[in-house]
C-alpha cells in the first residue's frame, strides 16, 4: 500500500509510501488518503509526508491515466476532488511536510493543507499540463499563495521551481534544512494541536466560508460560529486557564 496511517497521542501521520517511486500515488491511495480523513476521536492534527528523502510525492503515477474515457476520468478526478476537500475541510490542523519534489497532486495536498513545512532542497510542479491533462481541484487555490501571473506561469509551463522561488509569498510556513525538518514540524505541530477542539473546528469552518462567501455573508456567518462556541464547556474552561497564565 502507498499509504501509511499511524497514530501517535493526538497527532495522525500520514505518509505516503512508495519511495522508490518518488512516493507517486496511485487511484487506490487517493482512496486510503479519504480514508484517513475519517478522523477517530481525539485527533487534534492531521502530518501529511513522503517516505524517503527524495520526495513528498511526485504525484499521480503517469499509467494512472492509461485508457480513461471521459466517464472513467470524471470518476476518478471527481474522486481526487473529495479527498483534497476532507484535507482542507478537516476540523483539525493539518500541517504538510516537505523534503524534495512535491509535484501535481502531491502539490495540491500541500496546498489544501493548513501550514506547509519544507526543506531547502525542495522544488515544487503542476506537470500536468506536458501530460496533456489541465491542473484542477485545488490547483485552484495557487494564485492566492504565488499571486495571478506566477500561477499562470507555473500552470501553463509544467516547470519545476525550487523553494527559494516563493521566499516572498510566504507559501511556506517554514524552509528548514533536512537536518532540522523533524524537530520544526514538531514545533508547529505542538503550536497548532494545543487548542479546543470546538475552537479549531469553528475556525476552520469559517476558513472555507471566508474561500467561498462574500465579505458581508462572511462576517454575518462568522457572528454565529462565535456565539455557537459557548456551548461548549471547554469554552469556559479554556477561559479560565488562559486568564490564569496572565
Known sequence: MGVAVERGGAVLRVTLNRPAKLNALRPADIQALSAAMELPDGVRAVVFGGAGDRAFT?????????GLTPDSARTFIA????MLAAVRTAPVATVCVVDGYCLGVGFELALACDLRVVT????FGLPEIKVGIPSVADAALLSQFVGLSLAKEMILTGDLYPVDRFAASGLCNAVVEPERLTEATEEWVAKVAGHTPTATASQK?????????ALATGTAISVQEFASVFAAEETAEQL??????L
Not at 504525484?59 to 492509461?66: A, L, Q, R, T
Not at 531547502?120 to 522544488?123: E, I, L, P, Y
Open 58 to 66: 511526485a504525484g499521480m503515477h503517469v499509467d494512472s491515466f492509461d
Open 120 to 123: 531547502t532542497r525542495s522544488s
Open 205 to 213: 469552518r469559517l476558513f472555507e466560508v471566508w474561500q467561498n462567501t
Open 240 to 245: 479560565r486557564a488562559y486568564r490564569n497564565r
Open 79 to 82: 474522486g481526487l476532488r473529495e
